[in-house]
């Protein structure tokens, strides 16, 4: 099955820097990748995703890179601000029907 | 966005009772639910898949007889925790996609927190 592997585990920035995630996977069938964004006590949100037909998603500050050959795809923050400050997680779906696999997560700081 | 909200969002329960929590679709249909389970500082591992009408595909290490899924509507799944015990205390989260085709898409419930005494 999928495996998806994250990295940074953390990764503390100061305010207006920007920060990067890279997630890697496994299952080359693959075409569906999100991320989340999650604050303590509360579940997922999605805040981009990207298919596997394109290669660079951008949403304001946000945005996704996806290199299909080297099986890995990047969240990249630009002007980071203290409420970007959570935990951050990728995943990969494989087949229709099939659940979303996540990587570890990572825990960004932003410091004003 | 579509909504998927979950019910108790927490629960403190003694050791040996079962435990419910519902997921709901609110504003579509959803033939297909995820349920995850996310211990603390750690990711979502994905449980059980719940398909309305039929059984819940369980992950690999995942007791059926202690995490039963019951489908019973488009818009309703629920997992009951039998004979909960604290390594079950957790953070349960239910998932689902809009429409009949999984475009990958997942909306998260806000999550129930399961604490057992």
């Known amino acids: 099955g999928e495996n998806v592997e994250q990295h940074p585990s953390t990764l503390s920035v100061q305010e207006g820097d920007s920060a990067v995630i890279k997630c890697t996977y496994s299952?080359?069938?693959?075409?569906?990748f999100p991320w989340y964004k999650q604050e303590l006590g509360k579940g997922p949100q999605l805040i981009i995703d990207?298919?596997?037909?394109?290669g660079e998603k951008k949403d304001q500050r946000i945005a996704v890179t996806l290199n299909k050959t080297a099986k890995h795809f990047s969240l990249h923050i630009t002007e980071t601000q203290p409420e970007d400050s959570a935990v951050y997680f990728c995943a990969a779906c494989g087949q229709a029907g099939t659940a979303l696999i996540f990587g570890k997560g990572t825990t960004l700081s932003v410091s004003s | 966005g579509a909504v998927v909200s979950q019910h108790p969002s927490w629960v403190i329960c003694k050791s040996g009772t079962s435990v419910k929590i519902e997921c709901r679709s609110l504003d579509f249909q959803a033939t297909t639910m995820f349920w995850y389970r996310q211990f603390p500082k750690q990711s979502l591992m994905l449980m059980a898949t719940s398909n309305e009408g039929s059984k819940a595909t369980y992950e690999q290490g995942v007791e059926k007889d202690k995490f039963l899924i019951n489908h019973a509507s488009l818009t309703l799944s629920t997992l009951t925790v039998t004979s909960a015990h604290p390594e079950d205390s957790s953070f349960y989260i239910c998932?689902?996609?809009?429409?009949?085709?999984?475009?990958?898409?997942?909306?998260f419930g806000e999550g129930s927190r399961l604490t057992v005494l």
């Open positions: 299952d080359s069938a693959s075409n569906y």
């Open positions: 998932s689902a996609f809009p429409g009949l085709v999984n475009t990958g898409e997942l909306f």
């Open positions: 990207i298919r596997s037909n394109v």
